[in-house]
């Protein structure tokens, strides 16, 4: 055993995030039953403990703010808070990925469901009653078995985190680890939420009574899922090219889709794989993978194209940068990429190249993506809002199943059920991470669209500037940050709105 050191803690942090990393996509894409996450944690026990934590915390505290080592010893003790939290909590994590591959929703009228699919069957079911009662009976096998295992989750990373005396409670010790203001953005989307109640109410009962043929009040969150699947568009967006096409536009703007071999691309149907789409790096930038388990049509293609922004990110790093800049940061930078890449589907020139989509129903399309737009937004506020509570403490466990309700109810419009309390959360403020994101791409796309046009997707010049502008840096900076050198602009929500208005002109 060898005395720990920065550097010691950078070598074998890589190598056991490598080794998590491949356990987790062998398990997500349906190649192994579980991920053995346990073992792992056992043998790399000497970098996550209560002495790796100390030397970094004490780097990080002797680091002047404006130094060089600050931002780097800022992610690794990020990384140490996480990774003491997660082997607290891995029994309880393999717990919950197994039963989650296992779980079966029984039928009312007989007959059962894999978990796994519930939420593409939500969205496909064109039958409302049939749909409800699935939704239902979800939501019962959900508060009986897989509520208490978040909340215990919660509960306990609370603990752990509020232990470790970093801050003055869980917030405080985010902001201080991820070097922005979760109070700050929650009142960014109070704000939000304030200046968009209008447009939002206005074209609500619309959507819902044109599209669902229901009355809007009674709408339920699966009925949004059935909204947002809008098959009426699927046609426009075939199975067959979505990846030639895709890849087509890569080209044209002068990136090689696949980095010469570092992403692998697993895109076929297989049992065990997980609904959503995922992107899975698994050595930085040597072998990334993208899966996605189709289930056809316009969110096909739009899944591809945000995991396929994450995954050239990550296959475009610069090897040389260290382990906590390829593998730690600000995840709003790696998300925005990926929001670059799918918001292309908002832009009517793009459409009209890639998509198969008739020249006539594209406005029709982008008003539609724009509602769509807007429910996500309003969503995710709501939702960062409620986390803050649910990890500040100020309101009582048992107390937020009706706020959650509440918030989301009075943001969205849909009727939300109060069994997704804890399910229905992205740990450790994920949220954040997205909405600052979505804030982020909004300013890349206005960046790009002053250099190379507004067709910049397919300019031979803009593909290279992305490459060693953005992805070539890893997540070095913050988003903020990132947002001040390329733009010289700060992140907020003023082009989004702009954006949502002119979709729904
Ligand atoms: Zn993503």
């Given at each position: 055993m060898s005395t720990l050191s920065i550097d010691r803690l950078r070598h074998e942090g890589q190598a056991f995030t490598e080794a998590i990393s491949r356990e987790y996509y062998l398990a997500h894409s349906g190649l192994k039953a579980t991920a053995e996450l346990t073992p792992l944690y056992e043998q790399y026990a000497e970098i996550m403990t209560e002495e790796s934590l100390a030397l970094v915390l004490d780097a990080f505290r002797a680091a002047a703010p404006d130094s060089e080592e600050y931002p780097s010893l800022r992610q690794l003790l990020d990384w140490q808070v996480e990774s003491q939290a997660s082997r607290e909590l891995a029994e309880l994590d393999e717990r919950e990925i197994a039963w989650e591959s296992e779980a079966m929703i029984a039928l009312p009228g007989g007959g059962a469901v894999p978990f796994q699919r519930a939420s593409i069957d939500l969205a496909n079911s064109t039958d409302r009653a049939e749909r409800l009662a699935l939704d239902q009976a979800r939501a019962r096998l959900v508060r009986a078995e897989l509520a208490p295992i978040r909340l215990e989750h919660f509960q306990r990373e609370r603990e752990i985190t509020e232990e470790l005396d970093l801050a003055d409670g869980y917030n405080a010790t985010f902001d201080l680890l991820a070097g922005f203001s979760l109070l700050e953005l929650r009142a960014e989307c109070e704000q939000f939420l304030r200046d968009t109640r209008p447009i939002w109410d206005d074209v609500y009962p619309e959507f819902v009574k044109r599209?669902?043929?229901?009355?809007p009040a009674e709408a339920t969150r699966a009925d949004a899922l059935a909204l947002m699947r809008a098959r009426v568009f699927d046609g426009g967006f075939p199975s067959a090219t979505m990846e030639t096409r895709i890849l087509d536009q890569v080209r044209e703007m002068g990136i090689v889709p696949d980095a010469d071999g570092r992403v692998i691309f697993d895109t076929g149907n297989r049992e065990g794989k997980r609904a959503r789409a995922f992107c899975s790096?698994?050595?930085?930038?040597?072998e990334v993978y993208l899966v996605l388990r189709p289930h056809g049509g316009q969110n096909d293609w739009n899944t591809f194209l945000h995991e396929l922004g994450h995954a050239l990110h990550f296959a475009y790093m610069r090897p040389d940068l260290p382990f906590e800049y390829r593998w730690l940061g600000d995840n709003s930078i790696t998300e925005g990429y990926a929001m670059l890449f799918d918001h292309r589907m908002q832009d009517p020139r793009w459409l009209a190249r890639?998509?198969?989509?008739p020249r006539a129903d594209i406005p029709r399309f982008l008003r539609s993506a724009g509602f769509e737009e807007l429910q996500f937004l309003r969503r995710y506020c709501a939702k960062l809002i409620y986390e803050t509570h649910l990890y500040s403490g100020d309101v009582a466990w048992s107390a937020l199943p009706d706020l959650y309700v509440q918030l989301l109810n009075d943001a969205t419009t849909f009727r939300y059920d109060p069994a997704d309390a804890f399910v229905d959360v992205d740990p450790r403020y994920y949220a954040a991470r997205y909405l600052r994101a979505w804030q982020l791409q909004a300013l890349l796309n206005e960046t790009l669209t002053e250099r190379f046009n507004d067709d910049w997707w397919r300019n031979p010049s803009a593909g290279p500037w992305i490459v060693n502008e953005l992805f070539a840096h890893g997540q070095r900076e913050l988003a903020h940050e990132q947002a001040a050198r390329v733009s010289n602009k700060s992140l907020s929500f003023a082009p989004l709105v702009r954006s949502v208005e002119r979709l729904l002109g």
């Open positions: 599209e669902l043929g229901i009355v790096p698994v050595r930085v930038p040597e890639y998509a198969s989509l």
